[in-house]
């Protein structure tokens, strides 16, 4: 079988800011820390920092980290360019110890103390809240609805829609199905739209591992992989409104033929560690549409 298989017939580390003199500052480090520590910011010293809402989180702004809380992983980062940083992850296990799995995903905001004209050096050191944009059914052993696989961009683009942040997560479900969903936040991270189901048109059998681009006309491109088989195909959906709507998804031709299984449930032994499908033949992926 090739190309794209659809049913019905129709980070990741993202984003440096580019405001001048941002050079080597908080966007280089709070990146490489990210890396590191799977719920980390930078504090207001400049040193690696936990975000704020993880267990035993005493520190006195817990209260402003609206969500459950449970260890995380799969962190994500994105600058805009006025001095804020944002910080996806999903929320994993019960820290009482049971065999609930939350599978929360949420996104973090932080910016600089003294406004949006401030030194670029205090980009990013003041925490301003956590918001929970999508909630797991906390089933035991990942047997419910379980969000995970997170993706962040931010518009830079300096037009209409500059500053707009765009969230994307997998989720899991306890019947098989593998699906990807999409949000935006026009307000820096204080809300978030409600999910728009990406790969609507497609089989759902197992479409997952988003990432996030912006174009410079400010067009969304929510890029997904497709597993039909032993086959991989790179997919995405595009939103030319600000991320308000998404076109039904479509392939980029870009396919990979892989040996072995790919698939895993998040947290399964086969989904630790993860490695990339070994690659037997690739084609040159078509230009996109601007």
Wanted: charge should be positive; include cysteine; proline fraction near 6%.
């Amino acid at each position: 079988m090739s190309g794209c298989q659809d049913h019905t017939s129709t980070s990741h580390a993202h984003g440096v800011s580019n405001r001048e003199g941002a050079g080597p500052g908080p966007s280089s480090v709070a990146r490489n820390a990210v890396k590191s520590c799977s719920s980390c910011a930078l504090n207001a010293s400049g040193v690696s920092s936990l975000v704020p809402g993880y267990p035993g989180d005493a520190s006195p702004f817990a209260p402003l980290a609206q969500i459950r809380t449970a260890s995380s992983g799969d962190p994500v980062i994105a600058w805009d360019n006025h001095g804020r940083v944002f910080m996806g992850s999903e929320s994993s296990g019960d820290p009482a110890g049971t065999a609930k799995t939350f599978g929360d995903v949420w996104v973090a905001t932080y910016d600089n103390p003294t406004g949006e004209s401030g030194r670029t050096l205090d980009d990013g050191k003041r925490y301003r809240r956590t918001v929970t944009v999508a909630t797991g059914s906390s089933a035991p052993n990942l047997l419910g609805k379980f969000h995970d696989k997170t993706a962040i961009e931010v518009d830079r683009t300096g037009g209409t829609c500059d500053g707009y942040v765009y969230f994307a997560w997998t989720r899991y479900s306890g019947n098989g199905n593998v699906s990807t969903y999409f949000v935006r936040s026009a307000d820096h991270g204080q809300t978030f739209s409600n999910p728009i189901k990406v790969n609507q048109n497609f089989s759902n059998s197992d479409e997952q591992d988003p990432e996030i681009s912006v174009t410079g006309n400010g067009h969304v491109y929510v890029n997904f992989s497709q597993q039909v088989g032993f086959q991989v195909n790179v997919t995405y959906s595009r939103s030319t409104d600000c991320g308000a709507d998404v076109r039904a998804a479509a392939c980029r031709g870009d396919v990979l033929a892989v040996r072995g299984d790919r698939r895993g449930r998040p947290g399964s032994s086969a989904d630790q560690g993860r490695r990339r499908p070994a690659l037997r033949r690739r084609r040159e992926p078509r230009q996109l549409e601007p």
